[in-house]
């Protein structure tokens, strides 16, 4: 079939790799109603056609004409990347490539006048990261990296508790934890274990969330110096499985993390005041619900001679919003809101500088580590 002319109401995107995240990135395409999958392209082109067929048939692509009729519009299989790039009924790129092959891509797109939404980590190292999105910026087109929780109702709201003087004060520490136990089939069998594909292993995969988390919660400043340690490696000692890092900020705020492939499916994060704290344990991927959760605690020990009374005051928060898949799960937030900045014609500046930012500080760990945890300052 042929694809629709684009009127200025949908971006047309090209899926460039097949990646388990890009099927969850399809269904946000689908509910953002400003979008329709127009093309998949996969080194193979029959995994291209793979993903489509079972994609569309859970979630058969649709795209709404000016009229307001649904029409089926089955994407194109392609096994070759460039080829996506240069097509004329794509408007932005979705790319979904493994780390260490993903900035020739990223860099291609931006030069054929094309929007990249990129996967995280978005770069080896910093330098690149910047090539990258200066690459975007000189052909003035959006870029932005895939933190789905970055686009949920829940961090404004978020912020307005911590910014509850009286019940919160101010912010002195941000602690987070995210990990998952892979199987012994992972080392061998993963990407993320490969320092080719994936260097920074659970560094990248799970701590770029942690980072974002931090820089969120301090406003997006950047910290003053950081230190890290990577706990256990893969691939003869250069991909971290388990990592643990600490950041400084000014204004007497620091933030420590831990992150790892060998611990138990969890993701809390416990933001901390002088006066209380808030705690979330789905901070990354929420639990299935129809609300996004949060709690404010403000505890108060009492004594009084012989008595020592620790007295619980816990308040839960919520903002109505689905988990995933539906039409306000943070995840059609990210490509809506990405897709609402390309029909405007106005790419968000924060998208690129946040990411960079994330990369900046991976970064800085990465060589803290090298030097068994030396902190490292960041100019």
Same mark, same amino acid.
């Given at each position: 079939m042929t694809q629709p002319k684009n009127c200025n109401k949908i971006v047309r995107w090209g899926f460039i790799g097949a990646a388990q995240i890009a099927r969850k990135n399809w269904k946000a395409v689908r509910m953002s109603g400003n979008g329709v999958v127009a093309a998949v392209a996969s080194r193979d082109v029959s995994?291209?056609?793979?993903?489509?067929?079972?994609?569309?048939?859970?979630?058969?692509?649709?795209?709404? =004409?000016?009229? &307001?009729?649904?029409?089926?519009?089955?994407?194109?299989?392609? &096994?070759?990347?460039?080829a996506l790039i240069d097509r004329d009924d794509i408007d932005a790129v979705y790319i979904a490539l493994p780390t260490g092959v993903r900035k020739q891509w990223v860099i291609a797109a931006a030069k054929a006048g094309k929007h990249v939404l990129c996967e995280k980590p978005i770069a080896v190292h910093a330098d690149d990261a910047m090539e990258m999105v200066d690459a975007c910026q000189a052909a003035g087109v959006g870029f932005m990296d895939g933190v789905m929780f970055d686009h949920s109702a829940r961090l404004p709201a978020m912020k307005h508790s911590l910014g509850d003087s009286q019940r919160f004060g101010k912010l002195r520490r941000i602690q987070s934890h995210f990990s998952f136990c892979a199987d012994d089939s992972f080392e061998a069998g993963n990407i993320r274990a490969d320092a080719d594909l994936e260097p920074h292993g659970c560094l990248g995969d799970l701590g770029w969330y942690c980072i974002r988390l931090s820089l969120w919660a301090a406003d997006d400043r950047m910290p003053v110096s950081v230190s890290g340690r990577a706990i256990s490696k893969y691939d003869g000692g250069s991909v971290p499985s388990e990592f643990q890092?600490?950041?400084?900020?000014?204004?007497?705020?620091?933030?420590?993390?831990?992150?790892?492939?060998?611990?138990?499916?969890?993701?809390t994060a416990t933001l901390t005041g002088e006066r209380g704290y808030l705690t979330m344990d789905d901070f990354v991927l929420p639990y299935v619900d129809a609300e996004a959760k949060w709690q404010c605690h403000m505890h108060d020990l009492q004594i009084d001679n012989c008595?020592?009374?620790? =007295?619980?005051?816990?308040?839960?928060?919520?903002?109505?919003?689905?988990?995933? &898949?539906?039409?306000?799960?943070?995840?059609?937030?990210?490509?809506?809101?990405?897709?609402?900045?390309i029909l405007s014609?106005?790419?968000?500046?924060?998208?690129?500088?946040?990411?960079?930012?994330?990369?900046?500080?991976?970064?800085?760990l990465r060589r803290s580590d090298v030097e068994h945890g030396k902190w490292v300052t960041l100019a």
């Open positions: 995994r291209a056609e793979a993903f489509i067929h079972d994609c569309s048939m859970e979630v058969p692509p649709v795209v709404v =004409g000016g009229d &307001g009729e649904a029409t089926l519009a089955r994407p194109v299989a392609i &096994g070759d990347y460039q890092a600490e950041l400084q900020f000014d204004n007497d705020l620091t933030a420590g993390f831990f992150c790892s492939f060998r611990c138990v499916n969890q993701q008595r020592w009374n620790f =007295g619980r005051h816990t308040a839960q928060h919520a903002v109505w919003e689905h988990a995933s &898949g539906e039409a306000d799960s943070q995840e059609v937030h990210m490509v809506r809101d990405f897709a609402e900045s014609g106005a790419p968000s500046a924060r998208a690129s500088e946040i990411a960079i930012k994330t990369q900046r500080v991976l970064d800085a």
